[in-house]
């Protein structure tokens, strides 16, 4: 199934398990929020480049990808730049090169991951696609290490005004208005400010569990909540 | 009209724009699941003390204070141990004999200020006890410098294991237990499940709003929550 909207993680041997679907499409080489670099991955898009260029991205996505299997294993406190570049097997100022900070590297991350985890079909066109999309959004948020990665910078904007404008403006924004667009042509509503409130009501529970509950987002509790949001919607 | 259930903040000469109500009752001398120290408060708790014991109730109130009020002002990241002991005019070395970490002082801070924040009537018994309850819950977390406070505490546990298990066994599971138990008498729901997922419907979008979309929780808001999800509940 065709996925779309957000930028996708390309096939990668770092870490083949991670994979969502077969047809992946390129990360869109443009500037990353965090870093202000042009960014790309994946054996197709590198594939009329140099060596060197393409060791630069395989250096980056082992970065990456070190640095949610560590948050997953020690937690933020626990994730240091030291312990990333180690796991990763590269240098401290290869990571200073590309990165600022472990936050940084956490939001490059998730929005790498998010692409192929939070996709829709091509075309959205049913009440169906949006259940689908809450039930992929809440093993996202709830199972998967990006999941955990969107948790620690939610925590982290709620400390720190640069990790909520990088989050917000960078990545929920966006991520946001595109659902919003979806669900309301997936339902028949009528304006935006609708299809906003059914979006919130449905995610609204799932971070509050995550987030404050610490409870599972369990199939049951998705597909209940499903039965009572959806329904209480209007005619077309 | 008399609160109960949570320790409250008593008349205190520091503070007393801060002060909920007339009638606030002595905190509990009780351990802090912070800091497993006895903690009492205020002219009257300490009626019958020394000198330096006033003193030292003075000193600990002023710390409280100052953290959240720094907490408002610089937010959490430029939150010092130094900064408290300046503006609450104490040393550094008086903060660190009760409080190991700026997150202790701000978990105390919030089991103080919640006592008068949160409270309800004291034989609370219908559905508008509920409304005024939730719409308390909803200045507190969207506008009060405690509301910040418990925002911050509960980014950072997204980040640090220890300050979840702080937040959720020294606060947040007892304000759920207590406050289940009142939405099912009010509502006079058959068991806590149900009373529960009443609760939770209403306040997930209040966590939603403050920690992931960052709107404000104006009473419009929370009244067409009260109704849309107090109108579901099945008759008595």
């Keep these: 199934m065709a996925r779309t909207d957000l930028p996708d993680r390309r096939a990668n041997p770092v870490r083949p398990a991670r994979l969502a679907h077969e047809d992946a499409r390129a990360i869109a080489a443009q500037p990353s929020p965090a870093t202000g670099n042009a960014r790309s991955a994946g054996s197709t898009a590198v594939g009329g480049r140099s060596a060197g260029s393409r060791r630069s991205e395989a250096?980056?996505?082992?970065?990456?990808?070190a640095a949610d299997d560590l948050l997953v294993e020690y937690g933020f406190e626990g994730l240091t730049i030291e312990g990333i570049a180690a796991a990763a097997g590269v240098a401290k100022q290869t990571i200073y090169r590309w990165w600022k900070s472990k936050v940084d590297i956490l939001f490059d991350n998730l929005v790498l991951d998010a692409g192929s985890a939070?996709?829709?079909?091509e075309h959205p066109s049913s009440p169906a696609d949006v259940r689908a999309y809450v039930h992929r959004f809440a093993t996202f948020l709830g199972e998967e290490p990006a999941g955990r990665v969107l948790q620690a910078l939610l925590g982290h904007a709620q400390l720190d005004p640069r990790t909520a404008e990088l989050l917000h403006s960078g990545f929920l924004d966006e991520l946001r208005a595109r659902d919003v667009?979806?669900?309301r042509s997936c339902l028949g509503l009528a304006d935006d400010d609708r299809a906003a409130a059914v979006?919130?009501?449905v995610l609204a529970p799932l971070y509050h569990r995550a987030l404050?509950?610490?409870?599972?987002?369990?199939?049951?509790?998705?597909?209940?909540?499903?039965?009572?949001?959806?329904?209480?919607?209007?005619?077309?």
Tied chains: 1, 2.
């Design 59 to 65: 250096a980056r996505l082992a970065v990456l990808n």
């Design 118 to 121: 939070l996709g829709w079909p």
């Design 181 to 183: 667009a979806h669900v």
């Design 199 to 201: 979006l919130d009501a």
């Design 212 to 236: 404050v509950l610490r409870r599972p987002l369990d199939a049951a509790f998705v597909d209940a909540l499903l039965d009572q949001q959806l329904d209480q919607q209007p005619a077309r």
